[in-house]
């Protein structure tokens, strides 16, 4: 692990998420305007200084709604997250651990059964058959994002099991916990948060993809999504009504692809030789 | 008949950059190379001699800073290494050839020999393209190849270490450079293959005349290989001169230095008053990968209280697998392991472990069994935290006594592995052995990655360790040398299974089994 | 190698198999009687008690047989998949399997035009990239990449739709498949999906160039183009693999464009029945696209093994060249 100085994407990514959250979570702060609350005299109002992002159909306050659905979008997806991630970890440590076993070999199989499901295309069949909702997108989610995860867990678990620093600690008379917690999981961490952040961006892509097609979140939650399954039938007419949570989702999704490439660079950086 | 100087090399000062500060690597080194000649650049780890070979081909990583330097090359050029845009492609290849270390990552994998020859005959325009073949084909004879047909159209992963080092030569070569430099050709084979290669790189370098400048850190092969040898200790030469002049009366204290570590392995040590109650049985052991590829057949051999044994044999016999079978860290197909009469091997969960923290293991990769964000004394505490012996207090007090024993001062004891040298890295995993009063310390090939004076050191530990605490040592090593030193008994495997087992002095001077007779042949001696 | 070869087949039976069975199990698990999903949900009793409607459920009852148990239905479901029967359109009428053929060589077109972009440019600025490394030029590139991968594709799709067609009215806004307007889809699935693979490329090369066997080639005072061949070959061997993961982002995207463009393709036509709830349509749809998936995977892990030499030649490795 080379500790040099962070690299300038790193720092940026980190500015960009960090600049997000507190307009997020600031937003009675930042905006006085009532996100449900509709002022039909101004209609699909382009961007002015009363309403930063102008209005939509119903004379909503586009730049609040963008900052309170925000909320909805960040929280959700950060905990479809989280989740996804812990389980993947788990399965992958016990994956890893047992390799071999009849337990590891039924779940590389499940494994393989879910990679034969693109995520739309199992969106589209959950929603169709039980609704539409955001609640059945991040469903979903729980079932089909753990993949990689595991992946990654099981693959760096099965090199590591190999290695002398756990062939010391067993001789040493450590038990299995204590040898996930000191070799195992130490080795764990950084890739995985490295695919989190990226994984997190294309969650966020994803689900806000499904939205805009009308398979999410529906109105009138302020809901990145939902707003932008909201301002589609409009677009040509009024294409700023997309332009906030359209923004919000590139900034967002770009500062973590920023902070997943910069924390990627800053601990396994190439040298090599000029030609 | 005037020896013509084919290469010299004047005032070299390199340095690294490495976060943030300069490391100075090489101090003003200044030699020749004569016409023919094979100069030995002999030196510990760290002291420049690999980043010589680099800077004059221009393979140093962009972190490397050369101060000052020229390089001449008769008949060809005169070049100030300082130069930012230097036409290397001039010097590589057809005036200076490189051999790595390590053969088999030194060729594509996606390549076929054939096409690693015609790339660079071609590409240097030598000869027509059809006499790619037999010029590579004649080379690879001259390297010992009975088929050379076939190696040709193989690929690099279809062949061994040694005969892959062989192909590099033969490639090397083939550009018909001025001069060889060989990076430490053979440290990565075993001792049948290193005596192979070395023979057939002296015999090829006579026929086609080539100098060439031969890195090593082994004394002997040195000693073996070289007209001159230029003795390098952290960037400095301590020494230069014929070959014979140096080792028989060394100038320098450094020389010296390396030599009585080299030459104190040479005196066989004297059995001592052994108990015959065996400490270890070893039953029938066998133990198998997978169906068809068996590790250890049938073995059966008995280790007694306070003895040193050792196993000798080359990479891939299986003395690693047996260490760490009976350690307990692999599981075994069918046999016994017995320690002091009570079965090992069917022993789970917490009773395996407080049996065998009776039995414990250093390894060879000193830094790697040792976690680094710890420092030295949490280390040498660890087993003591596994297993819960004592409190803090006695856990702390018992590492500091042990580290003090190894040898690590009360400066050194609060680093952490990233901070201290190789060396320090091994007594500290000592010491973490011993915490737990074992009976038997296993150590697998644990002094073979150090350098020639740090391996004597930590053998002398070993033996001074060994006479205050009474634990049996098994010592797996393919070095013949340190078994000399160190072992009362040796035991020689073969495939699997001992060919033989016999007190050190039978062993090693009247080998009963031919594999022992040619394991003994490729040592070489001063 | 025939050996992992056959392997490889029957895995993926086999997960054809579990696959059908997970969709299987979906399906009936959703609310509601099975035959009002098969015909659509009237809402209107009056509907409900004509004749013709009792008889088609009657029909429907004895097709899909579900006095019978799981089993059996799943096996008779199994054998009609096999014989391509998908069901009939709840909205037109019509058999999916029809409607399904009708529109897969616009989505083909589709896809093959995109994959051809993505290839091309994912190659070329990975090489590029690579080569420049840590210069300027990288790091545009590098920009370039997070941007296009930071963006969704209905929105670059939006923002090009805008530009072209309503500003600039260079490109047609209608339902048709034809060659004209392949290249405004075609430029944003592939703008879409290349990000991932320059990185790739750009990472492989990289990695590939701090090897031993690049340094000795360097030491042979082999020329930077020789040098680029020994790398490039090792490090486009994984690509094949990248195209498969690739694939499935692929459908993704595709549904998304086809829906904005109005590209008359399998993706437009699954999300429309999706809203019109047209289940058959949906089911078949989703059998189709897994099947692929699966298959495409297939032939990629086989592609790999017959351009890897150290997997063609495993049993050779054991049979070896003796001592020479």
């Known amino acids: ?203 966020i892509l994803s689900i806000s993809a499904l939205s805009f097609l009308g398979l999410g979140a529906q109105p009138p939650n302020p809901e990145w999504g939902s707003m932008l399954a909201d301002g589609r039938a409009h677009f040509f007419q009024a294409p700023h009504v997309l332009l906030g949570p359209a923004l919000f989702i590139v900034l967002t999704v770009l500062g973590l692809n920023f902070m997943g490439e910069g924390l990627r660079d800053y601990l396994d950086p190439y040298e090599i030789i000029k030609l | 008949m005037e020896d013509k100087t084919i290469l010299h090399l004047q005032d070299l000062c390199v340095s690294y950059v490495q976060t943030g500060h300069e490391v100075s690597v090489l101090k003003n080194i200044s030699f020749s190379l004569k016409e023919g000649e094979v100069l030995s650049l002999l030196g510990e780890s760290g002291s420049g001699k690999s980043t010589i070979a680099k800077t004059i081909t221009g393979l140093l990583p962009p972190s490397a800073r050369i101060q000052s330097g020229t390089l001449t090359v008769a008949g060809h050029l005169c070049v100030n290494l300082t130069q930012r845009a230097i036409l290397w492609n001039k010097i590589r290849g057809t005036v200076l050839g490189m051999v790595f270390q390590d053969a088999q990552l030194a060729l594509n994998p996606l390549f076929t020999i054939k096409e690693h020859f015609r790339e660079a005959l071609i590409t240097h325009k030598i000869g027509r393209a059809s006499d790619v073949l037999p010029t590579a084909a004649n080379l690879l004879k001259l390297l010992g190849f009975t088929e050379p047909g076939k190696v040709l159209s193989s690929y690099p992963f279809q062949l061994s270490g040694g ?299 070993l033996v001074h360790l060994h006479m205050e605490y009474g634990f049996a040592i098994l010592m797996i090593s393919h070095d013949i040398r340190v078994l000399r030193y160190l072992c009362h008994r040796i035991a020689v495997m073969q495939c699997g299974a001992f060919c033989e087992i016999d007190s050190t002095d039978a062993v090693l001077s009247s080998g009963k089994s031919p594999h022992t007779k040619r394991l003994l042949e490729c040592v070489y001696e001063m | 190698m025939c050996k992992t070869v056959f392997r490889r087949l029957i895995g993926a039976v086999v997960t054809l198999f579990c696959a059908t069975l997970v969709l299987f199990i979906i399906i009936r698990l959703a609310p509601g009687d099975p035959i009002e999903i098969m015909l659509g949900r009237p809402g209107d009793l009056a509907i409900k008690n004509t004749p013709a409607y009792e008889a088609r459920v009657a029909e429907l009852h004895a097709q899909l047989g579900l006095d019978q148990d799981m089993l059996t239905q799943y096996g008779q479901w199994l054998k009609r998949l096999v014989s391509l029967e998908l069901g009939t359109s709840i909205h037109t009428g019509r058999e999916v399997s029809i409607e399904i053929a009708e529109r897969i060589p616009a989505t083909l077109m589709l896809s093959l035009a995109a994959i051809l972009i993505q290839l091309v440019s994912g190659v070329v600025f990975g090489i590029v990239s690579a080569i420049r490394a840590g210069k300027i030029l990288d790091h545009v590139i590098r920009l370039f990449c997070v941007f296009f991968a930071s963006v969704p594709a209905f929105v670059i799709g939006l923002v090009l739709l805008m530009f072209f067609a309503v500003t600039y009215h260079i490109y047609e806004i209608s339902g048709d498949a034809n060659i004209y307007r392949l290249w405004l889809p075609a430029i ?122 150290r997997l063609r030649n495993r049993s050779r490795l054991e049979r070896g060249l003796e001592n020479e």
Not at chain 1, 24 to 32: I, L, Q
Not at chain 1, 60 to 77: M, N
Not at chain 2, 331 to 352: A, C, D, F, T
Not at chain 2, 415 to 434: F, K, Y
């Open chain 3, 188 to 309: 944003t699935l592939g703008l879409v999906g290349a990000p991932q693979l320059i990185r790739m490329v750009r990472a492989n090369i990289l990695s590939e160039l701090g090897q031993t066997y690049i340094v000795s080639a360097i030491s042979r005072g082999l020329p930077k183009k020789q040098i680029m061949r020994h790398a490039l070959k090792n490090a486009m061997l994984p690509i094949v693999t990248m195209m498969a993961l690739s694939f499935t982002n692929l459908i993704a995207g595709s549904v998304v464009i086809e829906s904005i463009f109005s590209w008359p393709g399998i993706g437009n036509y699954a999300m429309n029945s999706v809203l019109l709830h047209d289940y058959p349509v949906i089911q078949g749809y989703a059998v189709i696209m897994v099947s692929v998936v699966i298959m495409a995977n297939l032939l990629v892990e086989l592609l790999y093994m017959l351009i890897d030499p």
């Open chain 2, 163 to 461: 005969m892959c080092q062989r192909v590099c030569i033969a490639l090397t070569l083939c550009l018909r450079p001025s001069v060889l430099i060989a990076d430490e050709p053979t440290s990565a084979l075993d001792a049948t293959s290193q005596k192979e290669v070395i023979s057939l790189l002296k015999n090829v370098q006579r026929e086609l005349g080539v100098a060439m400048l031969f890195i090593t850190h082994d004394i002997a092969v040195a000693n073996a290989v070289s007209n001159r040898v230029m003795v390098l200790n952290e960037g400095n030469i301590e020494e230069v001169g014929e070959t014979q002049d140096v080792f028989s009366r060394p100038a320098a204290e450094y020389t010296q230095k390396l030599l009585a570590a080299h030459s104190i392995r040479t005196t066989v040590s004297a059995p001592q008053g052994l108990d015959a109650k065996p400490v270890i049985d070893v039953v029938d052991l066998n133990k198998a990968y997978s169906k068809n590829n068996s590790v250890i057949k049938d073995l059966c051999f008995s280790i007694s209280e306070k003895e040193i044994i050792g196993v000798l044999g080359p990479s891939g016999c299986g003395k690693s697998t047996l260490a760490k079978c009976i350690a307990g860290i692999e599981p075994i197909n069918s046999g016994e392991i017995l320690y002091r009469g009570k079965n090992l091997v069917h022993l789970r969960g917490r009773m395996k472990r407080e049996l065998c923290r009776h039995i414990q293991m250093i390894f060879q990769d000193a830094r790697a069994s040792l976690n680094p964000r710890y420092t030295a004394i949490q280390l040498v505490q660890e087993p003591l935290n596994y297993l819960n012996i004592g409190n803090k207090k006695s856990r702390k007090n018992k590492a500091s006594t042990l580290l003090k024993q190894v040898g690590i001062d009360d400066a050194a004891k609060f680093r952490r592995p990233p901070q201290l040298s190789t060396g320090q890295c091994q007594r500290i995993a000592i010491a973490r052995a011993l915490t737990l009063d074992p009976k038997v310390l296993i150590c697998d090939e644990a002094v073979s990655a150090l350098d020639v004076c740090v391996q004597t050191q930590i053998l002398e530990l």
């Open chain 1, 1 to 203: 692990m080379s500790k040099g100085k962070p690299p300038l994407n790193l720092i940026a990514g980190i500015v960009i998420i960090s600049v997000i959250c507190v307009l997020v979570m600031g937003a009675p702060v930042f905006t006085h305007y009532n996100p449900l609350e509709q002022y039909p005299e101004e209609r699909l109002s382009t961007l002015s200084k009363a309403h930063l992002l102008g209005t939509d159909r119903f004379g909503r306050d586009i730049f609040s709604r963008t900052l309170y659905g925000g909320r909805t979008t960040l929280a959700s997806s950060f905990l479809a997250l989280v989740c996804s991630l812990v389980l993947g970890l788990l399965i992958g440590l016990t994956t890893g651990m047992f390799s071999g076993t009849i337990f590891d070999i039924i779940v590389m199989r499940i494994v393989d059964v879910l990679m034969a499901f693109p995520f739309m295309v199992l969106a589209m069949i959950i929603t169709a058959l039980f609704g539409t909702s955001l609640m059945h997108l991040l469903f979903v989610v729980a079932i089909i994002w753990w993949v990689p995860f595991a992946r990654l867990t099981r693959s760096i678990v099965l090199q590591v099991k190999n290695e002398t620093s756990v062939a010391a600690a067993k001789v040493l008379g450590a038990n299995t916990r204590a040898i996930i917690f000191r070799e195992l999981l130490p080795k764990v961490i950084t890739p995985i948060l490295i695919l989190a952040t990226f994984e997190l961006g294309t969650l």
